[in-house]
């Protein structure tokens, strides 16, 4: 009994480490997919002739500007 404790408190311990270790993963994957939404809405916007210089700041802002609309569509 005391063998099968200490392996459901192993797992437990793998899961948690897991989830803290996966974390910044997440937000690392998020603010990449920001950037390339955002230039590509930036890239979209220049065809038209706005002349939008094209950085990060500007990608980011960008991007935050679709997700807003995206999750108000």
Known sequence: MLTF???VLLAVCVYIIGKLIA??????KNIVVGLIVGSAAIWVVNLFGMGIEM???NALIASVVVYIISSII
Do not use: A, E, T
């Open 23 to 28: 974390l910044p993963f997440k937000i690392i």
């Open 5 to 7: 404790i200490g392996f």
């Open 55 to 57: 950085n990060v700041v």
